[in-house]
């Protein structure tokens, strides 16, 4: 069965702080890999994609990476911001038969001064 | 350029009630998605529609939910009757096609009492 986990459930780090969120995936066969930053309320947008070739993929002070043999993803957050407070979520699809998403739970981020 | 539109954002029935959501996609975007989110989780797709046809509804808990997608623009999504358990957010996204993107509404969450 497709599955993505993500880890921590959720996260508390102080304005300025980096932090790493994960994402491990089971999803087969592999076409990408999203990041998607949902505020509370809103829809999720995308902040990165990757590829199976991309190991690493940056977007202002957010950087993401891809380990396809171990199925493993990071986000990592530089220097938070209050506004980086949302909930991040892995999204890997699969290739062919629609492309199809498999959504993980999402990492709960609160950034706080 | 406008994102994905839906109608209303909120939405607070009794059970038993129908309810009834709309979804405007981005113009000239063919693939239309519903999805479903609780509290704390990830999106689960719930309908996608390629133009005005439904090409994946397993998903769709065909007993009370229905959805439609005339002239492959708009959407809406029904339950009819809704039961306390139908309480989440019901989110619209849409993409270019299967391969691209998908972009998400801001979502409307129902609340069954």
């Known amino acids: 069965k497709n599955q993505v986990e993500q880890s921590p459930q959720s996260l508390i780090i102080l304005e300025g702080k980096n932090c790493t969120l994960q994402c491990n995936y089971t999803v087969s066969p592999f076409s990408n890999l999203r990041w998607y930053k949902q505020d509370t309320g809103r829809g999720p947008v995308s902040l990165t994609i990757m590829t199976f070739s991309e190991n690493t993929k940056s977007n202002g002070r957010y950087t993401a990476t891809l380990d396809a043999d171990t199925k493993q993803s990071s986000l990592h957050i530089t220097a938070s911001q209050l506004s980086d407070s949302a909930s991040y979520i892995c999204?890997?699809?699969?290739?062919?038969?629609?492309?199809?998403?498999?959504f993980g739970t999402g990492t709960q981020l609160k950034v706080e001064l | 350029e406008a994102g994905v539109v839906q109608s209303p954002r909120y939405k607070i029935i009794e059970k038993k009630q129908p309810v009834a959501f709309w979804c405007n996609p981005i113009s000239g975007h063919n693939t239309l998605y519903w999805y479903l989110q609780n509290l704390g989780q990830g999106p689960e797709l719930l309908i996608r529609y390629e133009n005005e046809e439904a090409v994946d509804d397993s998903q769709l808990p065909k007993d009370r939910f229905s959805a439609e997608r005339l002239k492959g623009v708009d959407s809406t999504l029904k339950i009819q009757p809704a039961e306390l358990g139908d309480s989440a957010v019901y989110l619209c996204?849409?993409?270019?096609?299967?391969?691209?993107?998908?972009?998400f509404g801001p979502g409307t969450r129902l609340t069954v009492l």
């Open positions: 996204a849409s993409s270019l096609e299967p391969i691209n993107e998908q972009f």
């Open positions: 999204v890997v699809t699969t290739r062919g038969g629609g492309n199809k998403l498999t």
